[in-house]
């Protein structure tokens, strides 16, 4: 079973290592970096979900993830964001950026856990109906969905 990354990425530096040992408990492979500018540094595909503050040094939580959002490889990464701003405007502008969840400080660690396990838990299923539906090499196709449903060999010479 592959190990799921967790990148979070907040200034508060106990935050994210108070974040970074209660996810690893629950069984989460933890980055942490200190601000947007550290985490863009980093090969963002590798995670599978990023836990993400918004009022941080000169890049914003909002921007990095408009930034993350126009990357293809990162544009369906879930992102849950962790701040004090709370108002609606800003949870809707989260929302609106693609957030995945909607996180306002103070929180308490088992409702972050619960949120991550529900984003996870979401976003894998996702992923799951997106298996590829059909494999080809040179004359021969695959029908990955029919040979799974019937059994039988769904493995076709295709037409040239």
Do not use: H, W
């Amino acid at each position: 079973m592959a190990t799921t990354r967790i990148l979070v990425v907040d200034d508060e530096e106990d935050l994210c290592e108070i974040l970074k040992f209660n996810l690893e408990i629950e069984g989460y492979e933890v980055d942490t970096a200190y601000s947007a500018e550290e985490a863009l540094k980093k090969d963002l595909t590798v995670y599978n979900l990023l836990l993400l503050d918004v009022m941080m040094g000169e890049i914003s939580g909002f921007k990095m993830a408009r930034i993350l959002r126009q990357d293809e490889k990162t544009a369906n990464t879930p992102i849950i964001f962790l701040t004090a701003k709370d108002t609606e405007n800003d949870m809707l502008t989260g929302f609106n950026l693609g957030a995945d969840d909607y996180i306002s400080k103070p929180f308490s660690i088992r409702q972050v856990i619960a949120r991550v396990k529900a984003v996870l838990r979401r976003t894998s299923e996702k992923s799951k109906d997106k298996e590829i539906e059909k494999l080809e090499y040179e004359t021969l196709a695959l029908d990955t969905k029919r040979y799974g449903r019937r059994g039988g060999s769904s493995i076709d010479q295709k037409r040239v």
